[in-house]
């Protein structure tokens, strides 16, 4: 469960789906009598945070007059930050990835669009710098709710399970 907070606040990491996988596993070895109460409200955590996560990038995006290409760049950038080249770092790869892929990549994404609309280079950039700090905005907001989610459902689950743990 731990890892799962944890992986709440990182992007591209399940940390909900672990909670959810956890308070499974628990119920499996100690009985699911004890904890309908805590899977029924990480399931409906799993569920708000896939809508958080997804809002909060376009959000952030719509904000700031990202196009689709940024979002998209986002995306790509998320996935080779995290599975590309910089996992291949001595030190913190995959989290520099997961941290700073998402942003070039926005940059990236959105800097080719307004190139392509034939929006003079300059001021290109500084639009593509503007909707890049709206998807990151948008993601670091929503990666704060999705970990205080994570953490209300782990509180919950060990307020339930309280007398299974310490007896």
């Known amino acids: 469960m731990l890892f799962g907070v944890v ?3 990182l992007p591209a990491l399940p940390g909900s789906s672990l909670i959810v996988v956890a308070v499974l596993v628990w119920g499996a070895v100690q009985g699911f009598s004890a904890v309908g109460l805590p899977l029924a409200v990480a399931v409906v955590v799993l569920l708000f945070s896939v809508i958080i996560d997804t809002l909060g990038s376009v959000w952030g995006a719509k904000q ?3 196009s689709s290409w940024g979002q998209i760049g986002a995306f790509v950038g998320l996935a080779l930050g995290f599975f590309g080249l910089l996992p291949a770092l001595p ?23 307004r190139l392509r609309s034939r929006t003079p280079v300059v001021l290109g950039a500084k639009r593509s710098l ?4 709206g998807i990151v905005l948008g993601s670091v907001v929503s ?10 459902a782990v509180i919950v689950f060990l307020v339930a399970t309280w007398s299974q743990i310490f007896i």
Do not use: H
């Open 143 to 152: 990666s704060i709710i999705q970990g205080v989610l994570a953490l209300v």
């Open 64 to 66: 700031a007059g990202a």
């Open 91 to 113: 030190v913190g790869g995959p989290l520099i990835g997961i941290l700073l892929g998402p942003a070039v990549g926005a940059f990236c994404g959105e800097f080719a669009y």
């Open 7 to 9: 992986g709440s606040f």
């Open 130 to 133: 503007k909707a890049t700090a």
